[in-house]
C-alpha cells in the first residue's frame, strides 16, 4: 500500500542559519515526528547556503531552499526576508507539484502539505492552483497554519480560505481571526522529546548552590515589547527595594527593543553584567551565570541549547513567560515539562491553570506577580505541588500525542478514512505514545 507524503513549507527550520524563534522549534518537532512514525516526510524551507540542497534523514527529507538568495544574505533566515518570500513563492510549488507531489499521486499515494505563515500563503494559492490545473487536487489535503498575527495584512484571506484549510495554535488565535472572516481549526504547538529528559540535578544544584540567597528569575524571549521585558524590569527593581535579592537570568534576541530594556534597567538603578558561555550545554549555562556579585540583572549572550534550558527553567524560583500577546506560549510550555514554576500570561496560554499547574499574570503590575508568588510560598508544600502539576499537565503536549490525536484525526475528514502510524510496528508504535516519564521532583526545587 502507497502511505502518505507530508510536505512541511517553512522559512524557518533545523539549520542555525534558519532558527530565528518558536517556529524553528515547531515545525523541527513536527517533522521530526511525523517521520518517526514512519511517515514519508519533507521540510521545504529556508536553509543554510552552504550545505546540501536536499539532505535524508531516515525517512526526512530536508530541502533547502532560496540558498542562491541566503548566500548574499548572511544575517539569517530573515535577512532579505522580502526577496526570499517572492522567490520560494514563485519557484516552490511548481517543483513540489511536479517533481514531489504527481509521481506520488499517480501511484495512488496521498499527501498532506502543512505551511507555515505568512511567508507561505502566496505558495499555497499557487500550489493550489497547479494541482487543480493537474486534477490532483482532491489527493492532497493542504493546511496552513498561523503561530502569530504577523503579515495578516499581506494575505489574500477569502483565496487563502478558498486553496486550504487555515489552523493555528490556540484559541485565543482563533478569536484573533475570527475578524477577518476566518474560522480556523485550532492544533496546538508540541514539544520536543528533548524537554521531558530530567534536567541534569548536578547542574541545577551547582547553578542554585552558586546563586544562594537570591531570588532566581528567567526570561527567555525574543526583546518585543509584547514579551514584557520592561515588565520584567520593573518587577525586578521592586523585588530590590523591598530585599529580595532578586537576580534575572535573561537571554533575548538581537531586536532593536534590547537598547530600550537595558536603558530602563539602568535608570531604576538596577546593576547589570553579560555573560557568555563557552561551551552551550547546561554546564556551560552554570559556568556563565556564576558569581554574578552586586549584579540584579545577567544577560546571557550566547546560545542556550534544551539542556541548559531545563537546568535554567528547574533552578529558577520562577520563569518570567508572561506577554502582552501571546498566540502559545511555547517557552512556558517547556518551562512546566522541566518541572520549572512557569509565570505565564493569559492569552494563548490554553493548557495553564491558575494555581495548579503555573502562576497566571493578568497584568503588567508587579505587585501581581509578587502576590501570586508569595500565595506560593507561604504554605509548605504548595511550590512542589504546583511544579508537579505543571510537569503533568506538559505531557499531553508531546508531538506525538498532538500529532495522532488532534492533527492526523482531522486529515481523516479531508479523505474519509483514518490517517495514522500504520507504518509502524505495533510494539514501536506503543513505545512512541508512551507518556514520557514522570519527571521526579525532589523537596527543594
Not at 27 to 40: D, F, I, N, R
Not at 85 to 105: I, K
Not at 162 to 171: E, F, G, P, Q, Y
Not at 297 to 321: I, T
Amino acid at each position: 500500500m502507497i502511505g502518505v507524503q507530508f510536505h512541511v513549507l517553512s522559512f524557518e527550520g533545523p539549520d542555525p542559519y534558519a532558527r530565528a524563534g518558536g517556529l524553528a522549534s515547531r515545525v523541527q518537532g513536527l517533522v521530526e515526528t511525523l517521520a518517526g512514525l514512519g511517515h514519508e516526510t519533507h521540510l521545504w524551507f529556508v536553509g543554510d547556503p552552504a550545505l546540501a540542497g536536499h539532505e535524508r534523514r531516515g525517512r526526512l527529507h530536508l530541502h533547502r531552499w532560496c540558498q542562491w538568495i541566503s548566500a548574499h544574505h548572511p544575517g539569517g533566515v530573515y535577512d532579505g526576508e522580502l526577496g526570499k518570500e517572492a522567490d520560494l513563492c514563485r519557484s516552490l510549488p511548481p517543483f513540489l507539484a511536479r517533481v514531489a507531489l504527481e509521481p506520488h499521486l499517480r501511484r495512488g499515494g496521498r499527501a498532506v502539505v502543512l505551511a507555515e505563515e505568512w511567508h507561505t500563503a502566496a505558495a499555497v494559492l499557487h500550489l493550489d492552483g497547479l494541482l487543480r490545473a493537474r486534477g490532483l487536487r482532491e489527493c492532497v489535503a493542504i493546511l496552513w497554519n498561523a503561530n502569530n498575527v504577523f503579515g495578516f495584512e499581506r494575505i489574500d484571506w477569502p483565496r487563502l480560505a478558498a486553496a486550504a484549510r487555515i489552523t493555528t495554535v490556540s484559541r485565543y488565535m482563533k478569536q484573533r481571526m475570527r475578524p477577518l472572516g476566518v474560522d480556523p481549526l485550532v492544533i496546538p504547538n508540541g514539544l520536543g522529546s528533548d524537554c521531558f529528559e530530567p534536567p541534569d540535578a548536578r547542574a541545577v544544584a551547582r547553578l542554585r548552590g552558586g546563586l544562594r540567597g537570591r531570588t532566581i528569575l528567567a526570561k527567555m524571549a525574543r526583546f518585543d515589547p509584547d514579551k514584557r521585558w520592561l515588565a520584567a524590569i520593573d518587577l525586578v527593581a521592586e523585588m530590590k527595594r523591598q530585599g529580595m535579592r532578586p537576580l534575572l537570568l535573561a537571554r533575548g534576541g538581537v531586536e532593536p527593543h534590547r537598547e530600550e530594556v537595558l536603558a530602563a534597567a539602568r535608570a531604576r538603578g538596577l546593576r547589570l553584567v553579560e555573560r557568555s558561555a563557552t561551551r552551550p550545554c547546561a554546564d556551560g549555562l552554570v559556568e556563565a551565570a556564576r558569581n554574578p556579585g552586586q549584579a540584579d540583572v545577567v544577560e546571557l549572550r550566547s546560545h542556550v541549547d534544551p539542556s541548559g534550558r531545563r537546568v535554567l527553567f528547574r533552578a529558577a524560583d520562577a520563569v518570567l513567560a508572561n506577554s502582552g500577546h501571546e498566540p502559545f506560549g511555547l517557552v512556558g510550555l517547556e518551562a512546566m515539562a522541566a518541572g520549572g514554576v512557569a509565570c505565564t500570561g493569559c492569552s494563548g496560554e490554553d493548557y495553564a491553570v491558575p494555581g495548579q499547574n503555573a502562576l497566571v499574570l493578568e497584568t503588567a503590575d508587579p505587585r501581581e506577580f509578587l502576590g501570586l508568588f508569595s500565595w506560593m510560598r507561604s504554605e509548605p508544600g504548595r511550590e512542589r505541588a504546583l511544579r508537579r502539576a505543571g510537569a503533568a499537565a506538559a505531557r499531553p503536549y508531546a508531538w506525538p500525542h498532538i500529532v495522532q490525536r488532534v492533527m492526523l484525526p482531522h486529515m481523516a475528514l479531508h479523505y474519509g478514512k483514518p490517517i495514522g502510524a500504520d507504518a509502524l510496528p505495533s510494539r514501536r508504535r506503543e513505545r512512541i505514545f508512551a507518556n514520557p516519564a514522570p519527571l521526579l521532583l525532589s523537596s527543594a526545587p
